[in-house]
T-cell receptor
Framework: DADVTQTPRNRITKTGKRIMLECSQT?????MYWYRQDPGLGLRLIYY???????NKGEISDGYSVSRQAQAKFSLSLESAIPNQTALYFC?????????????FGSGTRLTVV | TQLLEQSPQFLSIQEGENLTVYCNSS?????LQWYRQEPGEGPVLLVT?????EVKKLKRLTFQFGDARKDSSLHITAAQTGDTGLYLC?????????FGKGTLLTVNP
């Protein structure tokens, strides 16, 4: 099994629908992150969580919400999807205090909003 | 806002050639990391550099962190088709990473 698992891998949804992307990890890391990747714009941070009771907005949090259900689970929700939220979404984890050890990424969710 | 500029944005070379890609910022970072991303997958960490002037080698890949900890370079010797991918640099600060937009490398047989 992968260290960081994202579901679904691909999703097509309609404008206005609520959608949840899920992330689970077996690394035992406290810190979890959600990024979106767009061509020409790189990876941009949506939300991050340093432990179960901690939630922080990233640079592009508008239109998104998150839930940290357990140390191993961090979900991203789009309350009312819009077409410009079409992107590749990545979940990542890192070890507490070990930023220098880098992030472990999931394989991504490709979301299309029509 | 901390920004990382990567250059070139695109690079297409023949197998066996050498290449260097760059990552530059006006900000100082506590660490700088390089990732490689293949189509349909998430980025995978290649290396972390933390000390100004540090040089790390990973087989045919050589990574250098600038003396002032604001820039880095990645040099690949004798590129292979398996090196094809998107190379991302990321600067660490306050336990978060800021990513550059990447260099898309294509190594042709």
């Amino acid at each position: 099994d992968a260290d960081v698992t994202q579901t679904p891998r691909n999703r097509i949804t309609k404008t206005g629908k609520r959608i949840m992307l899920e992330c689970s990890q077996t690394k035992g890391h406290d810190r979890m992150y959600w990024y979106r990747q767009d061509p020409g714009l790189g990876l941009r941070l949506i939300y991050y969580s340093f432990d179960v009771k901690d939630i922080n907005k990233g640079e592009i949090s508008d239109g998104y919400s998150v839930s940290r259900q357990a140390q191993a689970k961090f979900s991203l929700s789009l309350e009312s999807a819009i077409p410009n939220q079409t992107a590749l979404y990545f979940c990542a984890t890192s070890d507490t205090g070990q930023i220098n050890y880098g992030y472990t990424f999931g394989s991504g969710t490709r979301l299309t909003v029509v | 806002t901390q920004l990382l500029e990567q250059s070139p944005q695109f690079l297409s070379i023949q197998e066996g050639e050498n290449l260097t890609v760059y990552c530059n910022s006006s900000s100082v970072f506590s660490s700088l990391q390089w990732y490689r991303q293949e189509p349909g997958e998430g980025p995978v960490l290649l290396v972390t550099v933390v000390t100004g002037g540090e040089v790390k080698k990973l087989k045919r890949l050589t990574f250098q962190f600038g003396d002032a900890r604001k820039d880095s370079s990645l040099h690949i010797t004798a590129a292979q088709t398996g090196d094809t991918g998107l190379y991302l640099c990321a600067g660490g600060s306050n336990y978060k990473l800021t990513f550059g937009k990447g260099t898309l490398l294509t190594v042709n047989p």
